[in-house]
């Protein structure tokens, strides 16, 4: 599909919204509150295998996560694995196996307790709505949805092969327009990071919408999924 470079309206108004998008972690459940969870997984497998190099390894791709979102670098899966291998000293395959183990899979068992209230509602009440739900993710999301019991029209993560480069970059957003064949005025992305999904959103003409306690200067916000589905009820100039 050709995204069409029409002008972006002025006004909001949700009538006129096709795909609602959102980001994973840390927009559909509290990442503070998992990270917490793992964190206690964490020393305790430290302290059984007398072994502190998982956590540097972790702390370490996190790091270089963010690096690498600034920077917008290519290949970001070997990108990541190569230099976190290279500041921790350690093998390529220890730094895949740690990642995959702590940060993709052992993390969705804690999904039911993190996942915000509200959300499954919202989701609904989207769906019934007649528009369509997406998801863009900086990490795997199918596997999470699940186990938050959702469901998405459309998944598109870095991770995937043809994408490979972290929110901000637009290549994963441009790519899920495509894939729904909406405009990118007829879309808009939830997130909680106004650096990363509030910026990919306005680079790629998209209405963003910040998951936020506080207001950001700028930068339309809601504070829980009540807030949401109160507005979206509306189905007027948001907020």
């Known amino acids: 599909m050709e995204i069409s470079i029409k002008k972006k309206p002025q006004d909001f108004y949700w009538e006129n919204i096709k795909l609602v998008i959102f980001d994973v972690d840390g927009t559909l459940y509290n990442q503070e509150k998992m990270r917490r969870l793992m964190l ?3 020393i305790l497998d430290a302290v059984k295998n007398f072994d502190l190099q998982k956590i540097l390894i972790l702390k370490h791709y996190r790091r270089l996560r963010e690096i690498a979102a600034i920077r917008e670098e290519e290949s970001i899966d070997i990108w990541l694995i190569d230099s976190t291998a290279k500041v921790i000293g350690c093998s390529k395959e220890l730094v895949s196996d740690t990642v995959n183990s702590w940060i993709i899979k052992k993390p969705i068992k804690y999904l039911p307790k993190c996942i915000f209230s509200n959300v499954p509602e919202v989701f609904n009440m989207i769906k019934q709505s007649g528009k369509k739900i997406g998801i863009l993710s900086d990490y795997p999301a199918e596997d999470k949805l699940i186990k938050m ?3 998405a029209d459309y998944i598109v993560c870095s991770s995937d092969e043809n994408i490979q480069k972290l929110k901000p970059n637009t290549k994963g957003l441009i790519e899920l327009l495509s894939i729904a064949k ?3 005025y007829e879309a808009v992305l939830v997130g909680d990071r106004f650096d ?6 306005n680079r790629a003409g998209v209405w963003p919408i910040i998951l936020s306690n506080k207001e950001i200067l700028h ?3 809601i504070s829980n999924y009540q807030d ?3 507005n979206f009820q509306k189905n007027n100039d948001l907020f």
């Open 219 to 221: 930068w339309r916000t």
């Open 196 to 201: 990363r999904d509030g910026l990919v959103a």
């Open 149 to 151: 019991g959702l469901k």
């Open 182 to 184: 909406v405009n990118p």
């Open 40 to 42: 206690c997984d964490l």
């Open 228 to 230: 949401f589905s109160y």
